[in-house]
Structures are given as C-alpha cells and as structure tokens.
C-alpha cells in the first residue's frame, strides 16, 4: 500500500521563508507541499535550492503579490496554470498537475479586501469560474485534490470569533457561499473529515493581533479538499501549530494530510 502525504503553506514570501520550507519539508518528508503567496516574480523564484532538496518545482508568481508554486518527489505532469475560461487568467493564484496519478490544484483565492468592494465581487467571481473549471476538466469519483489558502472559513468553529466577525471578507455569509457551491461540485474537507465538530484548530494568526497564536485568536481560511473516493484514504490530516512560533514566522503554518492508496 502506498503512503501520499500533501501539505499546503502560504509562506507569505518564499524568499524570506525559504530555510524555514526546507527545514520543513526535510523533517516531515512530505510527496506535495502546495506553496501560496510567493510574492515573487518568476526569474527570482529560488527553484535550484528545491531541486538541491530532491524536489520539483513549478510555479507562477509575480512581484511582491500572489504567486503559487507546487513542490513535489515525483516529476509533475500536465501542469497547467490560472483560469482558463477565456477571462484573466489571474495565473499567479493557480497552479494544477498531475502528480503520482492525483491531480493537484493549488490555488490562492483572493482576499477580498472590503465587502462593498470590487475586489469582494471579484473574488466571488473567482470561486465560480473555479467551480467551471472543476467541471471542464475533472470528476468527482477520480483522485483530486483542491488544497491551498482559499480565504474563507466555511464555518463557525472555524473562526475565534464568529459574532464579531461575520462581516469580514473570509466569513461573510456570501463568501461562505460561493466556497460551499465549490464543494458541492463533489469535495470532502480532509482535515474535517479527521476532526469533526472541533473548534480551536486554525491556520492563521494575524501578526496585527497581540499574541493571537497563545491566546487562540485564528482563523481556519487553508484547506486540503478531496474528492470522496480519494478522501475515503485519508488517514490523517493535521495542522503544525509549532511551525508558526518559529523565528520570522509566516502569518500562516503548515496543513497536512495523509493518504493510503
């Protein structure tokens, strides 16, 4: 029996996070670590210290913004990246291959930024054109995963503070929505699978919130979904709490999930 273990990191700036990843991944020995926020343009990308590591590399990323990469063992097939609907691409949030015979989807989904914004109605938009996007090119009874910081939490247990904060652009009603349409397309959320009806487990601290990883101030906006047949495998999922105490930490940690195939 095979053993497939995938993680997804917003690093928040892979050049500053870079001995951090690679300490990581060196420990944890994950197949797929799903990068998001890169926040670098492609010639600078430091790909040769992941292939130094034994790892591949792709990417799309653009200047101090966005950007995804995915790291895997094995050598990526079919890779593909953003949107392909004949809209913006937005290829800086999308990153897709076919990695060990599982498809892989990587994405970082826009924040938003205000409610009565455009980038709110953007971001809404984003989901649906990823929804289409599922539908044109996968199904749900074959091995796939959506992993990635997806910017929203889908539910109340996901947040410190569900009252205060249901207006914000990563819980609001809408935003909650537009991912749960996304789900319904044919995905079961890994970690949840593993930890049902448990609040208290987040991926996000905010640097602006006074001791916000101590005092249980988070946020659960990373995700690893699968569709069922493949999240039936799944023997564990887990979240690395310790990696955001680390020294220069991203605002984000590490999102795990096993799989025996």
């Not at 097939?77 to 990153?95: K, S």
């Not at 109340?156 to 809408?174: A, C, G, Q, S, T």
């Not at 249980?216 to 999922?237: C, E, F, K, N």
Request: net charge negative; aromatic share 12%; glycine share 6%.
């Amino acid at each position: 029996m095979a053993h497939f273990k995938l993680a997804t990191f917003n690093s928040n700036s892979i050049r500053a996070r870079l001995e951090q990843v690679l300490d990581w991944l060196q420990r944890e020995q994950v197949d797929v670590l799903c990068l998001q926020e890169t926040k670098v343009q492609d010639p600078d990308f430091p790909q040769a210290a992941f292939r130094e590591a034994g790892y591949h590399v792709v990417f799309r990323g653009q200047k101090s913004y966005a950007g995804v990469a995915i790291v895997s063992r094995a050598e990526p097939e079919e890779v593909a990246y953003g949107l392909d609907d004949g809209g913006e691409a937005d290829e800086a949030r999308l990153v897709r291959a076919l990695i060990q015979g599982i498809s892989v989807v990587n994405t970082y989904v826009p924040q938003g930024r205000a409610v009565d914004s455009p980038h709110f109605q953007y971001k809404l938009q984003w989901l649906a054109r990823l929804r289409d996007l599922f539908e044109r090119h996968y199904r749900p009874d074959q091995p796939l995963i959506w992993a990635g910081d997806l910017n929203v939490a889908p539910e109340e247990i996901d947040v410190h503070d569900p009252k205060r904060l249901k207006n914000h652009v990563d819980f609001h009603p809408e935003a909650r929505q537009a991912l749960e349409q996304v789900r319904e397309w044919g995905f079961v959320d890994v970690f949840r699978r593993h930890h049902p009806d448990e609040p208290g487990h987040y991926t996000y601290w905010d640097y602006r919130v006074r001791n916000s990883l101590d005092r249980g101030l988070g946020w659960r906006i990373d995700h690893i979904w699968a569709t069922p047949p493949l999240a039936a495998q799944s023997v564990r999922s887990w979240i690395d709490r310790e990696a955001r105490r680390g020294e220069r930490p991203s605002d984000h940690t590490f999102l795990v999930a096993e799989f025996a195939l």
